[in-house]
């Protein structure tokens, strides 16, 4: 029940397209979601969070749609550029004092030119 | 900006042997994680510490693991006697009493 299933394992997108990555969940207590991004040799960066009162966040170029009857979220990346072309993990937690992420499995984006 | 830092970078070291990684959480953060990543696998959660005390440990964070925040400053994860499955990159990460956790560049350990 602490899963988070994330796909594609890989994508490749061309430059100035969109970049889907699908996550769902299983535990109903989870109450934030974030994505991060990774890139070789660095540590995860939060790039964009979503709680489950809103269906959509926007922060530039990066979109969170988020279902909660499904129990579903994705990242959307519009415009896609090779600079983003790195590791997303979707993640979770509940919201507690110390509450640990719970992390999905990753996606490698190549932003081809 | 204020981030996270851990040293070593890289540290290899003997199956049997014990390292200590560190860590300089952000200064006012409260809340402090180690985190681990298998090369090419996901991010697990080893353990948090919170008012000087473990809050949650996972399955992976056993006997063998401890953590220590010694001053005011350092956070660190010991491991007493290395496994060669131990190899992975460990990430430190933060928070203030917000959802954000920030994380580390990481230790890369190399048990041989």
């Known amino acids: 029940q602490q899963q988070v299933k994330q796909s594609p394992q890989s994508l490749i997108v061309q430059k100035g397209g969109i970049s889907i990555i699908n996550c769902a969940y299983e535990?109903?207590?989870?109450?934030?979601f974030p994505w991060y991004q990774q890139f070789p040799g660095k540590g995860p960066a939060l790039l964009i969070a979503?709680?489950?009162?809103?269906s959509e966040k926007k922060e530039g170029r990066f979109t969170i749609s988020f279902n909660k009857s499904a129990k579903q979220f994705s990242l959307h990346i519009m415009d896609s550029q090779p600079g983003d072309s790195a590791t997303y993990f979707c993640?979770?937690?509940?919201?507690?004092?110390?509450?640990?992420?719970?992390f999905g499995t990753g996606t490698r984006l190549q932003v081809t030119l | 900006e204020p981030e996270v830092t851990q040293t070593p970078s890289h540290q290899v070291t003997q199956m049997g042997q014990e390292v200590i990684l560190r860590c300089v959480p952000i200064?006012?953060?409260?809340?402090f994680y180690w985190y681990r990543q298998i090369l090419g696998q996901k991010v697990e959660f080893l353990v948090s510490?919170?008012?000087?005390?473990?809050?949650?440990k996972s399955e992976i964070f056993d006997d063998q693991f401890s953590v220590e925040r010694p001053d005011g400053s350092n956070f660190t994860l010991k491991i007493r006697s290395t496994k060669l499955e131990d190899s992975a990159m460990y990430f430190c990460?933060?928070?203030?009493?917000?959802?954000?956790?920030?994380f580390g560049p990481g230790t890369r350990l190399t048990v041989l």
């Open positions: 990460a933060s928070k203030s009493g917000g959802d954000t956790q920030y």
């Open positions: 535990n109903t207590a989870f109450d934030y």
């Open positions: 979503i709680r489950p009162d809103v």
């Open positions: 993640a979770a937690h509940y919201t507690g004092t110390a509450s640990k992420l719970t």
């Open positions: 200064s006012n953060h409260l809340y």
């Open positions: 510490f919170y008012n000087n005390e473990i809050s949650e």
